[in-house]
């Protein structure tokens, strides 16, 4: 069953009050005989009263005529400005706030007006109380639309700000995404490879060379164990855990040594400037990079040495990885650790170079500025 909106509901309570108000006036005036005007006006103004949401402007205009021509002709004095009060507000209401106005101010003109000779249907008091409820009716109806037009316009700020909310949480979400996919290729990429590298060596010197491959082992377990740590410490951070346990070191600059010997390889190392002056960040990206450029060299160049150089220079944190290594064709690194090694120096306004060198080999170069952490 279809339930009645509450602007009928009111209109037929409107209605009703109306023409019941208009019946009890001949029981108490009985020496008045209705005539047509009393039973046809009060029916038109409320057909305009059904009217008014769906036609405002139309519905007003018929009302106030018909209520313009009730008192003067029609022999009950019947509470039909009711009627007229409801149209206006609605006119109002809904947004036609002048044309509410002037018609308001015809009526009571235009009653004024008809007033002033003849007989007089409205006393002075009853005519300035229909002018105060006249103006009320209007300025309610201007009053209530001003604070749906506010309501929607502060709704809709809520949601564009849980909009906006909503966009963040997801720009950032998916850079910390990023962030953990770098972190874990970086910290288990390197270790896995050497795993890799040390077991092959292991295999091919098992029964001719036992002491390399015995070498190859430890190397391995040290390279797992490494990494088993890492990853506990990674996956620690990532379920919040308390500020105050232990984690492991990070990698550093001041872990050089550490990054050296977990690569496996024969690294050249040089260092220049004061390396332990860096900023944090700038400290973890550049120990990243150069855990990534030699692993890069262990997996991919066929190299077993490597050149490493670390420089502090105007302001900048200068590192170039080399090798001599056959290698394979460099295509323009769209690997994860290539891409991976250029977002971390970008991510701090630095820059990075990777490609062939041209006597052979490949090279790393990285520039990342001391103060320009973003």
């Known amino acids: 069953m279809r339930r009645l909106s509450a602007s009928t509901i009111v209109s037929v309570a409107v209605i009703i009050v109306t023409l019941a108000g208009t019946v009890a006036t001949s029981f108490f005036q009985p020496a008045l005989t209705p005539n047509a005007l009393d039973i046809v006006l009060p029916l038109v103004a409320s057909a305009g009263v059904l009217a008014r949401r769906r036609y405002p402007v139309v519905a007003m205009i018929v009302v106030l005529a018909t209520v313009a021509f009730y008192y003067p002709f029609a022999r009950l004095d019947g509470p039909i400005l009711i009627m007229a009060f409801v149209v206006l507000y609605t006119a109002a209401d809904l947004g036609h706030l002048i044309a509410a106005i002037a018609a308001g101010a015809t009526t009571m003109l235009a009653m004024g007006l008809g007033e002033t000779g003849g007989t007089r249907h409205?006393?002075?008091?009853?005519?300035?109380?229909?002018?105060?409820?006249?103006?009320?009716?209007?300025?309610?109806?201007?009053?209530?639309?001003?604070?749906?037009?506010?309501?929607?316009?502060?709704?809709?700020?809520?949601?564009?700000?849980?909009?906006?909310?909503?966009?963040?949480?997801?720009?950032?979400?998916?850079e910390e995404r990023l962030r953990i996919a770098r972190e874990l290729h970086d910290l288990l990429g390197h270790n896995i490879s050497m795993i890799n590298v040390q077991a092959a060596a292991a295999l091919h010197g098992l029964k001719k060379r036992p002491d390399d491959a015995?070498?190859?082992?430890?190397?391995?377990?040290?390279?797992?164990?490494?990494?088993?740590r890492e990853l506990r410490t990674t996956l620690g951070v990532?379920?919040?855990?308390?500020?105050?346990?232990?984690?492991?070191?990070?990698?550093?600059?001041?872990?050089?040594?550490?990054?050296?010997?977990?690569?496996?390889?024969?690294?050249?190392?040089?260092?220049?400037?004061?390396?332990?002056?860096?900023?944090?960040?700038?400290?973890?990206?550049?120990?990243?990079?150069?855990?990534?450029a030699l692993t890069n060299v262990s997996r991919?160049?066929?190299?077993?040495?490597?050149?490493?150089?670390?420089?502090?220079?105007?302001?900048?944190?200068?590192?170039?990885?080399?090798?001599?290594?056959?290698?394979?064709?460099?295509?323009?690194?769209?690997?994860?650790?290539?891409?991976?090694?250029?977002?971390?120096?970008?991510?701090?306004?630095?820059?990075?170079?990777?490609?062939?060198?041209?006597?052979?080999?490949?090279?790393?170069?990285?520039?990342?500025?001391?103060?320009?952490?973003?």
């Open 238 to 292: 990532l379920r919040q855990v308390d500020e105050d346990a232990p984690t492991a070191p990070a990698d550093s600059l001041a872990r050089m040594e550490a990054l050296v010997t977990a690569s496996g390889l024969d690294v050249r190392t040089e260092l220049s400037g004061r390396l332990d002056e860096v900023p944090a960040e700038v400290d973890l990206a550049a120990a990243r990079i150069i855990r990534e």
């Open 214 to 228: 015995e070498a190859a082992l430890r190397a391995i377990k040290e390279a797992s164990k490494e990494t088993l």
């Open 300 to 374: 991919h160049s066929g190299a077993d040495t490597a050149r490493l150089t670390v420089t502090h220079e105007s302001g900048h944190i200068v590192i170039r990885v080399e090798d001599d290594g056959p290698g394979a064709t460099f295509t323009g690194g769209t690997g994860f650790g290539l891409q991976g090694m250029r977002e971390r120096a970008t991510a701090l306004g630095g820059t990075l170079e990777a490609g062939p060198r041209p006597d052979g080999g490949f090279h790393v170069v990285a520039h990342l500025p001391l103060n320009g952490v973003r």
């Open 122 to 174: 409205v006393d002075d008091s009853m005519f300035i109380m229909i002018t105060g409820w006249v103006v009320a009716a209007v300025a309610g109806g201007g009053v209530t639309r001003n604070r749906r037009a506010y309501l929607r316009e502060a709704e809709q700020r809520v949601l564009d700000a849980l909009r906006g909310k909503e966009e963040e949480a997801r720009r950032r979400a998916g």
